[in-house]
């Protein structure tokens, strides 16, 4: 991987409503100085950076340009969003056995190409291709990242501060576990301006358990509301992406909701879940291991189950 003073240069594979949306987050963001796009299909990949390129008076100087496998070689970050959407009524884990293959074929010829940097993996289901990008690459765990649930925690901040008329960004609260049915808020460890939420709804008097589990529930099944109205869910989990890309290459020390190997973090191994961790230029700097209660502890471990198992189709030893 390239050193911190070095030209920033991010791979992106996968020029779908996913990869394109990020592409543009990216701009408008100033994220790297370079930006590699690979697909399948060259020509949309060459549209969409003809596309981009249009926009750079408008925006920060990047280089941007249609290419391949090859050009993954001096990258810092290969982001993959490429992969089967989910199609209607389809859950996450659906989707297995079809992005899997597909896995192999994709970070088999990253690696090829020499590539020594950090994999972000936004594709479906994320927890499971994470795992598989780690076992294919055979690069160290903090170097291959899941987005998790950072999107799933987004919605959640989003929704409480809706509910509360207050800036989600002074709402600080965490869904783990899988990035689909069986992930949990984490309501011991939301706060609202620093005011824990026990604390918050004793002084406010709301919200209430009714509203709180509504909440939830917007929040796991957004992606499939989104996909009923539209198809597809992209602009919030490019948004996502880009800022998780960010953290990495600005060497940021943040903590973002990812997914990540726990090797012993919360009583669990050999599973790739939604976490919050510290996130910095190497990665996953560290895992952070919040204190669950009971029944939060008890849904988390379901749910790293439910990974494993989904897992052990793909890698069954």
Not at 26 to 55: C, F, P, R, T, Y
Not at 65 to 87: E, L, R
Not at 88 to 104: S, Y
Request: aromatic share 8%; with cysteine; hydrophobic share 40%.
């Amino acid at each position: 991987m390239n050193p911190t003073n070095k030209v920033a240069k991010v791979a992106l594979i996968g020029s779908g409503f996913v990869g394109a949306s990020y592409a543009f987050a990216m701009l408008n963001q100033g994220a790297a100085s370079e930006l590699v796009i690979i697909d399948v299909n060259h020509k949309k990949a060459e549209g969409d950076a003809m596309d981009l390129n249009h926009g750079l008076s408008f925006s920060s100087n990047m280089r941007i340009w249609a290419g391949d496998y090859s050009d993954c070689k001096d990258a810092d970050i290969v982001v993959i969003t490429a992969g089967a959407n989910q199609a209607p009524g389809e859950t996450r884990l659906d989707l297995i056995e079809k992005n899997a293959a597909i896995f192999k074929s994709i970070v088999t010829a990253v690696m090829q190409s020499g590539f020594d940097g950090i994999f972000i993996v936004a594709t479906n289901p994320v927890d499971v291709l994470t795992y598989a990008t780690w076992k294919y690459s055979g690069l160290p765990a903090h170097r291959v990242i899941g987005s998790g649930t950072i999107l799933d925690s987004a919605r959640l901040r989003f929704e409480l501060g809706s509910e509360l008329n207050v800036d989600p960004r002074n709402v600080h609260a965490y869904i783990m576990g899988e990035h689909g049915d069986t992930e949990l808020p984490v309501w011991s460890h939301v706060n609202i301006g620093g005011q824990p939420l026990k604390d918050y709804i004793h002084a406010h008097g709301k919200p209430s358990q009714d509203a709180l589990n509504t909440i939830f529930t917007n929040v796991r099944d957004a992606a499939y509301h989104i996909i009923e109205r539209k198809g597809a869910t992209y602009y919030g989990i490019a948004m996502g992406l880009a800022r998780l890309t960010t953290a990495v290459l600005r060497n940021e020390n943040s903590i973002l909701s990812i997914s990540a190997l726990l090797e012993g973090q919360y009583g669990l191994n050999d599973v790739y879940i939604g976490v919050p961790a510290v996130i910095s230029r190497e990665g996953i700097k560290q895992v952070v291991e919040l204190n669950l209660d009971q029944e939060e502890l008890e849904k988390f471990h379901h749910s790293a189950d439910v990974l494993k198992k989904a897992i052990h189709t793909v890698f069954p030893n």
